[in-house]
């Protein structure tokens, strides 16, 4: 294929699509009207779904700013959030950092290479390798710190097959609290001198947030987890560069959306937004993070959702390797206890990344600079040793739980949640099964069991909801209006 031609070749259907392609509708037939709320990947790769097999009559309405270099993504993707930009030597990301599986059968890996933004070697993630310090400014020693991961994988392993096993007789209980009922086994190996520094792995406090139960529900694909060089931002060109022109319309928060399944006449749906813009359509996507949807909900839809669906935005969560004691844990008294990791940016000498977990990430973001500065510094030396390490130069930091379009980073199976939560908040109002076709349908990493937290994730349900629209569309041979719906 000649790389400088994007289009002569599609590799993976679910991106572009053929002259044989069976989601082309008859160009003869009527075409619905579809609203899609937000501009990330999975409403992006949604609009891309129906306009290249026919439907036109897209907008996306995009809370936040024109997409640039730095792009947001209006989540429940990733909250599988992208936001990619340079600093100092190298691309950064302050959303997606990887693309959870380098194969054929991953859609975005399959999309990222057709746009050229991946280059030999891969730069392929490896948790195994980096140093591990205690707070006394201690390394522990690698012997001790490989044989303390390997035996916390092990535990992770029974704690996937937890979930495969089917036994309803199980206790149930957070992660953190099934791997505190393996671990006392495992450290028991450990010589005594030994056994506090091995401990000090998977001391992660938002592991308590965490369902042993479903820890195993989610599904790996193959090939690893491989970074971007260019930025995780690129991928949404090849998106928007099919799209007619205008369909995305940015800077247009949404602020209601009515739905009528009883509307006969006129439009099913009419979305409102903030700027006194009115949308009337046959079909509303609702690509929304999950957080978002926890806080506006019961004002965003009118009529409000159904009680089921209420439930299972309300019972699933969303959120965002140094060695903290339980102890040191339990008196934390500042948001930098929430550190979990810091590590080098790949291709990058000069930047450090820091991980920040559960209520710790959204202290954080209120704090000041210079106050993420000089705590992330005193972190470092104390960890190291060394007290004559130097504040950075510049920080960037994500703000996804305080941005009110995004209202946290990307969901996961809490101790309150149920893959029946993620199946019912993917379905969509009202159900396929009843006498009026489906108005408000929902896409992002949220709403597809297995895939939580992923880039794949969100354009996967992307493309799901637009197949289901364009699936309706052949159904009536046009919008589902009353003359169509009287005699199916």
């Not at 959870?100 to 746009?115: D, K, M, R, Y």
């Amino acid at each position: 294929m000649d790389k400088n031609n994007k289009s002569d070749l599609t590799i993976c259907p679910t991106i572009g699509t053929s002259l044989i392609e069976p989601c082309i509708l008859d160009p003869c037939i009527p075409k619905p009207c579809v609203t899609i709320i937000g501009a990330g990947l999975a409403g992006l790769s949604a609009a891309h779904r129906l306009t290249k097999c026919g439907i036109k009559n897209v907008t996306v309405l995009e809370a936040t700013e024109r997409y640039r270099s730095m792009c947001f993504l209006s989540l429940g993707d990733l909250a599988a959030a992208i936001q990619s930009f340079w600093l100092n030597d190298s691309s950064m990301e302050l959303g997606a950092q990887w693309i959870h599986g380098a194969c054929a059968s991953n859609p975005v890996f399959t999309l990222a290479a057709q746009e050229g933004l991946l280059r030999p070697p891969l730069g392929l993630s490896n948790n195994s390798t980096g140093y591990f310090y205690t707070t006394d400014g201690r390394a522990v020693s690698p012997a001790v710190s490989i044989a303390a991961k390997k035996a916390f994988h092990r535990i992770k392993n029974l704690a996937i097959n937890r979930f495969a096993s089917n036994d309803n007789a199980r206790q149930h209980m957070s992660l953190a609290e099934f791997l505190a009922s393996q671990m006392d086994q495992e450290l028991s190996r450990f010589p005594d001198i030994h056994r506090d520094d091995a401990s000090r792995h998977g001391k992660e406090d938002d592991l308590y947030l965490v369902s042993a139960d479903y820890y195993g529900s989610f599904i790996s694909i193959p090939g690893g987890n491989v970074r971007v060089p260019l930025g995780h931002a690129g991928i949404m060109a090849p998106l928007l560069r099919d799209l007619p022109e205008c369909c995305v319309k940015y800077c247009t928060p949404v602020k209601s959306i009515m739905w009528d399944a009883e509307e006969t006449a006129g439009p099913r749906a009419k979305v409102h937004c903030f700027n006194g813009e009115e949308y009337p359509c046959d079909y509303v996507i609702v690509t929304t993070s999950l957080g978002v949807l926890k806080n506006t909900a019961k004002q965003l839809f009118c009529p409000e959702l159904p009680e089921n669906k209420q439930i299972a935005i309300d019972r699933l969560d969303d959120t965002m390797r140094l060695g903290w004691s339980t102890d040191e844990l339990a008196m934390r008294f500042d948001w930098s206890k929430g550190i979990t990791h810091i590590e080098p940016v790949v291709g990058s000498k000069h930047v450090l990344c820091a991980w920040i977990g559960g209520p710790d990430s959204a202290i954080m973001e209120t704090c000041s600079d210079e106050n993420v500065a000089e705590k992330l510094t005193k972190t470092i030396r104390k960890f190291t040793g060394n007290p004559c390490l130097p504040y950075p130069s510049t920080i960037s930091r994500s703000t996804w739980c305080t941005n009110p379009y995004f209202c946290g980073a990307f969901s996961y199976m809490s101790i309150s949640s149920t893959l029946g939560h993620k199946l019912e908040l993917g379905t969509p109002i009202p159900g396929e099964c009843g006498e009026v076709p489906p108005i408000i349908l929902f896409a992002g990493e949220a709403t597809l069991p297995g895939y939580h937290g992923t880039t794949q994730g969100a354009f996967v349900s992307g493309v799901k909801e637009a197949d289901r629209i364009i699936k309706l569309t052949k159904k009536y041979q046009g919008p589902p209006n009353f003359k169509n719906l009287k005699y199916t």
